[in-house]
């Protein structure tokens, strides 16, 4: 978001709520990307539980995940007393390798979930040819991925629920919430008959619990983080300290009671209380679960009004800094398969040494961001049945390359001047 942009939903949030806004913005993103039944929810990871918890699945029901993936969900499929299985990931594009999701299918496998990673398309045609001939769900996560294209198709419609997220760090944020896209009417209706709107948060608790980001939003504006908080993180680096490299990842603590999972974060604090800090698996959570709040909504409508016109100048700006760079020492980038469209919400690069690399592309001026993608499998918290080599070698490893649709493409060349020069 701009600071005009936060500023107007600032106002927006001690105004008058527009309680039509949820079914209107729901109709909108249905018909943005042809989909059938949508169910909106406070959180991507809220909507995930409540599908979970309203297919009924028999415990200790197993789900296949990429290995290389943002931890959550299969955290959250481990709160609902199901277990999360590792495929290992396709070492060109980073997504879920189909091969791999075969030798691991069971009589306790009941579903698929692949990742559409950084916006990259997972290969959804194999992967519905596999859930297909094993009688297996098939679940799409795209919170990376409003926008990208498989063939003419948005992603989020080949799976039977697509899971999307409107959190402060995604490509169309609106203070949270999220979407999930439902091929089945029935389960769809059994969904939105689990969701407690009493408990929908104000516009005020929203902003309130999300003040912590906003000092983030405006100190990194491109007209305002060269002059405060870079000199800022140049003087620390001077200094040996690492305090502004810390990873802005969640704190995954590890089953110490019984079967219990619990997750701390540093980062969106908002969007985890609405989706993963109950930590008993056999309580009854019927009704937990909120609809994303009126003043979200009515942010979303207003951001995919010019949503279109963001995207295509990033895809465009990320793939001049990709062309720039392919043949960068140094660098191993993902790979866009032929015949998608990547959403390129982050244009993420592999490096060997990842603090090394970034310390010193902060002292040319260009400031990146650490991994926040693990190799799950490698989690101990997870009980994995089978090595992740290709996972392995890019959890940890990965750095967040700038690139903004606000850039221009002189700005984009150079940024990617200054990572040659230094690489």
């Not at 600071?3 to 943005?32: C, H, Q, T, Y």
């Not at 990429?66 to 495929?87: D, S």
């Not at 997220?165 to 769809?188: H, Y």
Request: proline share 7%; hydrophobic share 40%.
């Amino acid at each position: 978001m701009t600071i005009p942009e936060v500023l107007r939903s600032v106002l927006d949030a001690f105004g008058s709520g527009d309680n039509d806004a949820p079914s209107e913005f729901a109709r909108e993103l249905k018909s943005f990307g042809g989909y059938n039944q949508i169910v909106m929810t406070g959180s991507g990871r809220a909507g995930f539980r409540l599908l979970l918890e309203s297919l009924n699945l028999p415990p200790g029901s197993e789900i296949i995940f990429p290995a290389y993936t943002f931890h959550i969900m299969p955290v959250v499929a481990a709160e609902c007393g199901l277990k999360p299985v590792f495929a290992d990931v396709d070492p060109e594009t980073w997504n879920i390798d189909p091969e791999k999701i075969i030798p691991l299918i069971n009589k306790n496998t009941r579903a698929i979930m692949p990742t559409h990673l950084f916006g990259v398309p997972a290969d959804m045609e194999k992967m519905e040819e596999i859930a297909r001939d094993n009688g297996l769900l098939l679940f799409e996560d795209c919170a990376h991925a409003l926008g990208a294209l498989d063939g003419e198709e948005p992603v989020g419609n080949k799976g039977d629920a697509a899971l999307f997220t409107f959190a402060m760090s995604k490509n169309m944020p609106c203070w949270g919430g999220g979407a999930i896209v439902v091929r089945d009417q029935e389960l769809a209706e059994r969904m939105l008959g689990r969701i407690d709107n009493r408990r929908v948060p104000s516009a005020r608790s929203i902003i309130r619990r999300q003040i912590s980001n906003i000092p983030g939003i405006i100190l990194t504006q491109r007209g305002i983080f060269p002059w405060t908080l870079y000199p800022a993180i140049r003087l620390a680096d001077l200094k040996g300290s690492n305090y502004f490299d810390r990873p802005f990842i969640e704190e995954v603590r590890g089953p110490e009671d019984g079967n219990q999972l619990s997750v701390s974060s540093n980062q969106d604090a908002f969007d985890a209380d609405h989706g993963s800090r109950i930590t008993d698996p056999s309580a009854n959570r019927k009704n937990l679960i909120t609809g994303i709040s009126p003043f979200q909504a009515a942010v979303g409508l207003r951001q995919l009004k010019r949503f279109p016109g963001w995207l295509k100048k990033q895809v465009r700006n990320a793939r001049l800094l990709r062309n720039r760079l392919q043949d960068c020492p140094g660098l191993q980038l993902q790979q866009e398969p032929e015949g998608t469209r990547s959403s390129f919400l982050y244009v993420r690069a592999r490096v060997d040494d990842p603090p090394a690399v970034r310390r010193r592309l902060l002292r040319a001026g260009i400031d990146t961001k650490p991994d926040d993608m693990r190799n799950c499998a490698a989690l101990k918290i997870f009980e994995a049945r089978t090595p992740c080599p290709e996972a392995e070698k890019l959890g940890g490893h990965c750095i967040e390359l700038p690139c903004s649709h606000f850039y221009s493409d002189r700005q984009i060349n150079q940024i990617a001047d200054r990572i040659i020069a230094v690489l």
